[in-house]
Nanobody
Framework: QLQLVESGGGLVQPGGSLRLSCAVS????????VAWFRQAPGKEREEVSC????????SYVDSVKGRFTISRDDGKRTVYLQMNNLQPEDTAVYYC??????????????????WGQGTQVTVSS
């Protein structure tokens, strides 16, 4: 089964940037889409972005459009979330999730049945 491990979180000032990584292992085939979610303290988990199995299709929640970019490098078995112009409201634990798919598409709403353990992103001055 797929195993996902996030990294790259940390503390950054408003306006700063971070790049999160999601290392994927244990896959039988490369036909999986990946999404990033986040959960802030006291709030429900929120979808952030997703990428199709080929990497040609992506989707973003409105609040991060123009600031975040999702990408994947299947040679490195890693999915990235480049986050620019970070704001305090982006503070959350960020999770990557995956699911095997037939079609070259992705869904922000899921479902996703493989999850990482999360990485903390804190945006504060």
């Amino acid at each position: 089964q797929l195993q996902l491990v996030e990294s790259g979180g940390g503390l950054v000032q408003p306006g700063g940037s971070l790049r999160l990584s999601c290392a994927v292992s244990g896959f039988i085939r490369n036909d999986y889409s990946v999404a990033w979610f986040r959960q802030a303290p006291g709030k429900e988990r929120e979808e952030v972005s997703c990428i199709s199995k080929s990497g040609t299709r992506t989707s973003y929640v409105d609040s991060v459009k123009g600031r975040f970019t999702i990408s994947r490098d299947d040679g490195k078995r890693t999915v990235y979330l480049q986050m620019n112009n970070l704001q305090p409201e982006d503070t959350a634990v960020y999770y990557c999730a995956a699911i095997y798919v037939w079609y070259n598409t992705c869904s922000l709403s899921g479902p996703y049945n493989y999850w990482g353990q999360g990485t903390q992103v804190t945006v504060s001055s």
